[in-house]
């Protein structure tokens, strides 16, 4: 006699998916998967008022990673960006932009590349632009240093970085505003250890 095996067919799951404690753990969206575990490192993309409750971040998009499953994967913000269209809309006619990244290091050893920019209330010459671009720079990076990633995450999205660079560098010239049109944590890859 022939003993016939059986085999049971897991069933997919519902895993709710939250923002990070920054922003209250705020349902971002839903996985189905059999494997809630394969879920971890995937990303999701979504408008970052939908998760911060705040109208004035509409017009960025913010990129999370799932870092962990359990009742609901928890993720961790990598990024957010300014969408491209309204970068353009903001320049006025007879006024200069201007644009830089760079990067810069928090106070727990995260390296961040930011992307700012800025416009003038008139033409500039070189010179001054020059020493504007290293003003905010250096400003930035003295900024990053004092606080942990998701500090500085949360005082880039409440615009007092871009603030304070604008008092700082008054004295060089007026800037009409400033803003950081790309935010994004730098991935650093481990290198591979071979073993003999």
Excluded at 25 to 50: H, Q
């Amino acid at each position: 006699m022939v003993e016939l095996k059986t085999t049971q067919k897991k069933k997919k799951l519902w895993v709710p998916i939250v923002a990070p404690q920054i922003m209250q753990f705020r349902n971002i969206g839903e996985a189905y998967t059999v494997d809630p575990k394969s879920l971890i490192g995937k990303t999701i993309s979504i408008n970052l008022s939908l998760v911060t409750g705040d109208r004035s971040h509409k017009d960025f998009t913010g990129k999370f990673k799932i870092t962990e499953v359990g009742d609901n994967a928890k993720t961790e913000l990598m990024s957010f960006e300014l969408s491209p269209s309204i970068v353009g809309r903001t320049i006025k006619k007879g006024r200069e932009r201007v644009d830089d990244s760079f990067v810069v290091k928090t106070k727990d050893n995260i390296d961040v590349r930011v992307k700012p920019y800025f416009q003038t209330n008139g033409y500039i010459p070189h010179s001054v632009q020059r020493s504007l671009l290293k003003a905010i720079k250096e400003y930035a990076n003295e900024f990053s240093k004092s606080r942990t990633y998701v500090e500085f995450a949360r005082d880039v999205l409440g615009h007092k970085l871009q603030k304070e660079i604008k008092i700082k560098t008054n004295k060089i010239t007026s800037i009409k505003f400033i803003e950081i049109r790309k935010f994004v944590k730098e991935i650093v890859e481990k290198a591979s250890v071979k073993t003999a």
